[in-house]
């Protein structure tokens, strides 16, 4: 157990809390049917989560416990309704029939390996979401990275509100170039006790945690965080012009279920007392802090795919567009050569291949040029849908369709992230993301919220 001056110094210092994790008993589960991926994978793949549905089977899996996004434009009304009514009901079964083990001021120090050789680390710990603000312009100790979509908030509110826990698949940078908090736990894992061990389901890659108890190991953790949200060396770091207040904690990846915790949190504070309030489990969220700097973490491009789209249209009123605006915008079968400060955006369709390019464009990132203009086509033309998937092979399969078209788009440096968060607020939805598809976080870890 941790000192109550401990933990009241990790939540008023660094917005953190290592009260409480739930892992399922492994003699319970079957772990490797237990943890899928994230639910706002495979979005337009409802094929990935029916094979996932055929080989989890009847067995306790947090599929039961999650909402896959694929299935929110193919649901109806009912069928969503029951869906979140189960999710709720399966839940309390498991808490019912001790499913879970409880891990009181407990971090979970993680390593993540990958097909292909990388490995990823982390730390599973609990955020405070009173020092997190997801509108444009914050200037909170934990901030969005990109544009949060708010109408993609209330039905996910509609799942959390009446659930008894959460699973995370949140995943929070720092920016520890020396690494000064993970990496020194990673060192020492070898005296902490392993928790679990065992290969993820489709070509996930494996997964190993450690369960960090040792106060003096959290009062490192505390100290360490608290040297990277030092205002002053906070200013130094990123060269800035007077003191501004400090980013710790930037949202890698869920950046909607962060966003939507903190919206029930919002809503539901209102209705307690002072001293509940400070303590509740609803204000806190489970997440895995990962280094900025970490060697296994890169940085993929998110691309697009629009469906029902007439293509011609699309290229004529996207070239109309940017012309309009002073930038020299056209459409080319072959791509061109260097262009500096330039963007070049290929497509593929069912019946041509091309570029789109935008010369002096009004931003720097490729993303913003393309998602501006997708914003105001989708506003004109209702019957037309976007949809962000990872991979390149992922756009030729589902670009080529009839009535699609898919885009590709260029990876951010990673190293630009904090900097540009800081200077410009949040970037365009769906700029970045942390791997592909398939090295998204999974769920596994449980906290109670009620």
């Given at each position: 157990?941790?000192?109550?001056r401990?933990?009241e110094k990790l939540?008023?210092?660094v917005?953190v809390s290592?009260?409480s994790?739930?892992?399922?008993?492994s003699?319970?589960?079957?772990?490797?049917k237990?943890?899928?991926?994230?639910?706002?994978?495979y979005?337009?793949e409802q094929?990935?989560?029916e094979d996932?549905k055929a080989?989890?089977?009847?067995?306790?899996?947090?599929?039961?416990?999650?909402?896959?996004?694929?299935y929110?434009?193919?649901?109806?009304?009912?069928?969503k309704?029951?869906?979140?009514k189960?999710?709720?009901a399966?839940?309390?079964?498991?808490?019912?029939d001790?499913?879970?083990?409880?891990?009181?001021?407990t971090v979970?120090l993680?390593?993540r390996?990958?097909p292909g050789?990388?490995?990823?680390?982390?730390?599973?710990?609990a955020?405070?979401l009173?020092?997190y603000?997801?509108?444009?312009?914050?200037?909170?100790?934990?901030?969005a990275?990109?544009?949060?979509?708010?109408e993609?908030?209330p039905?996910?509110?509609?799942i959390?509100e009446?659930?008894?826990?959460?699973?995370?698949h949140v995943?929070?940078?720092?920016?520890?170039?020396e690494?000064?908090?993970?990496?020194p736990l990673?060192?020492q894992?070898d005296?902490?006790p392993?928790?679990?061990?065992?290969?993820?389901?489709?070509h996930?890659?494996s997964?190993k945690?450690?369960?960090?108890?040792?106060?003096?190991?959290?009062?490192?953790i505390?100290?360490?965080?608290?040297?990277?949200?030092d205002p002053?060396?906070?200013?130094?770091?990123y060269?800035?012009?007077?003191?501004?207040?400090?980013?710790?904690?930037?949202?890698?990846?869920?950046n909607?279920s962060?966003?939507?915790?903190?919206?029930?949190?919002e809503k539901?504070?209102s209705?307690?007392?002072?001293?509940?309030?400070?303590?509740?489990?609803?204000?806190f969220?489970?997440?895995?802090?990962?280094?900025?700097?970490?060697?296994g973490?890169?940085?993929e491009?998110?691309?697009?795919i629009?469906?029902?789209v007439?293509?011609?249209?699309?290229?004529?009123d996207?070239?109309?567009?940017y012309?309009?605006l002073g930038?020299m915008?056209y459409?080319?079968?072959?791509?061109p050569s260097a262009?500096?400060?330039?963007?070049v955006?290929?497509?593929?369709?069912?019946?041509?291949?091309g570029?789109?390019?935008?010369e002096?464009p009004l931003?720097n990132?490729d993303?913003?040029t393309l998602q501006s203009f997708i914003?105001?086509y989708l506003?004109?033309?209702?019957?037309?849908?976007v949809?962000?998937?990872?991979?390149?092979?992922?756009?030729e399969?589902l670009?080529?369709?009839?009535?699609?078209?898919g885009f590709?788009?260029?990876?951010?440096?990673?190293?630009e992230?904090?900097?540009t968060?800081?200077?410009?607020?949040?970037?365009?939805?769906?700029t970045?993301?942390m791997?592909?598809?398939?090295e998204k976080?999974?769920?596994?870890?449980?906290?109670?919220?009620?």
């Amino acid at each position: 157990m941790i000192n109550r001056r401990l933990a009241e110094k990790l939540k008023n210092d660094v917005g953190v809390s290592v009260a409480s994790v739930l892992l399922p008993k492994s003699q319970m589960v079957d772990m490797t049917k237990w943890s899928v991926v994230a639910c706002d994978q495979y979005t337009s793949e409802q094929s990935y989560w029916e094979d996932v549905k055929a080989f989890v089977g009847d067995n306790p899996s947090t599929l039961w416990l999650i909402f896959p996004e694929a299935y929110l434009e193919t649901d109806d009304e009912n069928s969503k309704a029951e869906r979140i009514k189960a999710i709720h009901a399966k839940m309390e079964q498991y808490l019912r029939d001790g499913l879970f083990e409880e891990m009181e001021d407990t971090v979970i120090l993680v390593e993540r390996h990958f097909p292909g050789g990388k490995s990823r680390r982390g730390l599973i710990l609990a955020v405070d979401l009173e020092r997190y603000d997801y509108s444009a312009g914050s200037k909170s100790l934990i901030r969005a990275t990109e544009g949060t979509i708010l109408e993609r908030i209330p039905p996910r509110i509609r799942i959390r509100e009446n659930a008894p826990l959460e699973l995370p698949h949140v995943l929070l940078l720092i920016d520890d170039r020396e690494e000064t908090v993970i990496e020194p736990l990673f060192a020492q894992r070898d005296n902490f006790p392993m928790v679990y061990d065992f290969q993820l389901m489709k070509h996930g890659g494996s997964i190993k945690g450690w369960a960090v108890r040792d106060e003096s190991c959290i009062e490192n953790i505390y100290q360490a965080l608290l040297k990277l949200s030092d205002p002053r060396k906070f200013t130094e770091k990123y060269g800035l012009s007077g003191q501004q207040a400090p980013l710790l904690f930037a949202v890698g990846d869920g950046n909607h279920s962060l966003a939507t915790a903190k919206a029930w949190w919002e809503k539901l504070k209102s209705t307690l007392s002072p001293t509940e309030k400070e303590c509740h489990p609803a204000r806190f969220a489970l997440v895995e802090v990962v280094n900025l700097h970490d060697k296994g973490l890169i940085f993929e491009p998110i691309h697009r795919i629009l469906f029902r789209v007439d293509k011609e249209k699309f290229i004529q009123d996207f070239c109309r567009h940017y012309n309009d605006l002073g930038c020299m915008a056209y459409a080319t079968s072959e791509k061109p050569s260097a262009l500096p400060g330039s963007h070049v955006i290929g497509y593929v369709s069912e019946s041509s291949d091309g570029y789109l390019v935008v010369e002096k464009p009004l931003g720097n990132l490729d993303v913003a040029t393309l998602q501006s203009f997708i914003d105001i086509y989708l506003r004109e033309n209702p019957g037309t849908a976007v949809d962000y998937v990872h991979g390149s092979d992922v756009v030729e399969r589902l670009g080529r369709r009839q009535g699609n078209m898919g885009f590709f788009l260029s990876p951010m440096d990673k190293n630009e992230l904090f900097k540009t968060v800081i200077l410009d607020g949040a970037l365009p939805r769906k700029t970045f993301s942390m791997g592909e598809a398939n090295e998204k976080r999974y769920y596994l870890e449980a906290r109670k919220i009620r």
